[in-house]
Nanobody, 122 residues
Framework: QVQLVESGGGLVQAGGSLRLSCAAS????????MGWYRQAPGKQRELVAA???????NYADSVKGRGTISRDNAKNTVYLQMNSLRPEDTAVYYC????????????????WGQGTQVTVSS
């Protein structure tokens, strides 16, 4: 069994910064693309940023220039640094792994963490 556990969310004032972390645990051999998504109340879940195992990144237009996604493959961890936060960034942020390959020839696809709340006050 594998798990994705997010941390780093919380309450921050507009203009502030947060660093979210998502650690994958279990007998993991490798993970393909990892990403951060968010879902605000009454809205659909949307992609914030994604990063391939090789380090190529993709960002939503709404966070370009304010967000930086990175990963440590040795630690099976992905990070999202968010700066200049705005009230509209308020949402539950979810970590996603496109594919997780374990040491036991078992693969998990489209795997999600439980989410971490980010609230930006004006």
């Amino acid at each position: 069994q594998v798990q994705l556990v997010e941390s780093g969310g919380g309450l921050v004032q507009a203009g502030g910064s947060l660093r979210l972390s998502c650690a994958a645990s279990g007998s993991i051999f490798s993970i393909s693309t990892m990403g951060w998504y968010r879902q605000a109340p009454g809205k659909q879940r949307e992609l914030v940023a994604a990063i391939t195992s090789g380090g190529s990144t993709n960002y939503a237009d709404s966070v370009k220039g304010r967000g930086t996604i990175s990963r440590d493959n040795a630690k099976n961890t992905v990070y999202l640094q968010m700066n200049s936060l705005r009230p509209e960034d308020t949402a539950v942020y979810y970590c996603n792994a496109e594919s997780i390959y374990t040491d036991y020839d078992v693969a998990y696809y489209d795997y999600w963490g439980q989410g971490t709340q980010v609230t930006v006050s004006s």
